[in-house]
């Protein structure tokens, strides 16, 4: 090469040319792939080194010839192998696939051109931060992070050694670069069930047929209170671990000092996961640590006479704790505890009853119109919504106040017979 030809200077891969007629300097490399470069870097040399060394740190970054690839064929080779670049390399679900391309796709918008090397720190926190919350600021890092270190493992080697390490665990994020609007916060956890407004929908409740069908046989084995535990469930809501923790002292048909209706304290379950012969107590909080008080009505929607089975039993009870039959004056009496196994079956869909969705067994919103109604309480109306039929505030005197409604709210003299919604 004739001097003439020859660079003035080397910075690292790059090298800087004397200024053409124009009087520009240029600056010349090879890249990656072994294609070459070549552009301007200003009129002083000052330009130029500085050009040349920007350009020296990026080359430095290339892992292999493959360095060149755009972002946008890496993400793709990654989605299409589908599976974890961490130890067990396990294949993704389809769920999980979906959800990774979605946080790369968002990371990456506007800059699917640039190339493997070409990503540094600040390139990445820029990536990261386009959402609209932390939650979606963090899918994007966990995204990219196991991008860089798919990369890196690659036998086309995307990524250097360094690259890979820039997003370790547990390190900061950038806030949203473009923040959702906030949501007000919004009161879901309550103290006791009846005053939440996210519950159980009347198309959960058990029909009459099968509350009728469960409590015959129930009743087969146990004329005592096999019945009256499956209508208790369907129209109090208690599950099988609340009814057989029940005593004569949780129920008030006279009400209490509280609340003046007849009602039902359901405080305690049985923990069924407590140890045989441990001297901790067997019970424990009903299901979501919420105790609840709930109505007991006069007539069960199948027609059985609830209430007054409830206070004849209730009576048995306290007579079997005279004679010392049963001491704490179960509403169960004591006759389940040597074979409650197979008690289990019934116990299951007892539960049942409650709900069909496995969430908190209540009675519908129609039902507990019923009670109002039956009792002469709060005819000032009750909510028809399925989803809140359930909040009500129960007041010293007596009245059942239903809270406001979301949606409509129906006039329990406008409610039609229970007969014909059931038909409905």
């Given at each position: 090469m004739s001097s003439r030809n020859a660079p003035i200077q080397?910075?690292?891969?790059?090298?800087?040319?004397?200024?053409?007629a124009k009087g520009y300097y240029r600056l010349k490399w090879i890249e990656p792939d072994g294609s070459r470069g070549d552009t301007t870097a200003g009129r002083s040399i000052e330009e130029a080194r500085a050009k040349a060394t920007e350009l020296a740190v990026r080359l430095s970054r290339a892992a292999s010839p493959f360095a060149v690839v755009t972002l946008q064929d890496i993400v793709e080779e990654f989605l299409t192998e589908g599976r974890s670049p961490y130890r067990k390399r396990r294949t993704w679900q389809k769920a999980q696939k979906n959800q990774i391309r979605r946080s790369l796709a968002r990371s990456i918008a506007?800059?699917?051109?640039?190339?493997?090397?070409?990503?540094?720190?600040?390139v990445l926190d820029r990536m990261r931060a386009r959402g609209g919350t932390d939650n979606m600021v963090r899918a994007n890092t966990t995204a990219l992070r196991g991008l860089l270190y798919w990369g890196y493992q690659s036998p086309k080697r995307y990524f250097s050694p360094e690259q890979a390490e820039l997003l370790p665990r547990a390190g900061v994020r950038p806030a949203p670069s473009k923040p959702s609007r906030i949501r007000p916060l919004r009161e879901t956890s309550v103290?006791?069930?009846?005053?939440?407004?996210?519950?159980?929908?009347?198309e959960d409740a058990p029909s009459a047929d099968l509350a009728v069908g469960l409590g015959n046989r129930l009743h087969r084995c146990f004329p005592a209170w096999g019945r009256l535990s499956v209508e208790f469930a369907a129209n109090v809501g208690a599950r099988w671990g609340e009814q057989f923790q029940l005593d004569v002292h949780d129920i008030h048909l006279d009400g209490c000092a509280d609340h003046s209706f007849c009602h039902v304290h359901i405080d305690y379950q049985v923990d069924a996961g407590a140890n045989a012969g441990s001297r901790a107590s067997r019970l424990t909080l009903p299901k979501g640590k919420k105790r609840r008080v709930?109505?007991?009505?006069?007539?069960?929607?199948?027609?059985?006479?609830?209430?007054?089975e409830v206070r004849a039993r209730r009576d048995a009870a306290l007579a079997e704790q005279a004679t010392g039959e049963n001491s704490d004056a179960y509403v169960r009496g004591t006759e389940h505890l040597p074979i409650f196994p197979s008690l289990l079956p019934y116990a299951r869909e007892i539960d049942r009853l409650g709900t069909r969705l496995g969430r908190t067994p209540m009675p519908s919103a129609d039902r507990l119109a019923q009670v109002v109604k039956d009792d002469q309480m709060a005819p000032n109306g009750c909510s028809r919504d399925g989803r809140d039929f359930l909040p009500l505030s129960v007041q010293r005197f007596g009245v059942l106040v239903p809270v406001r409604s979301r949606r409509c709210r129906t006039s329990l003299t406008d409610l039609p017979?229970?007969?014909?919604?059931?038909a409905s």
């Open positions: 080397t910075v690292g891969l790059v090298a800087i040319y004397a200024p053409s506007g800059d699917e051109h640039l190339q493997a090397m070409d990503i540094t720190r600040s103290h006791r069930s009846g005053d939440g407004l996210d519950y159980i929908s009347n709930v109505p007991i009505a006069r007539t069960s929607f199948t027609g059985y006479a609830l209430r007054d017979p229970h007969s014909e919604r059931e």
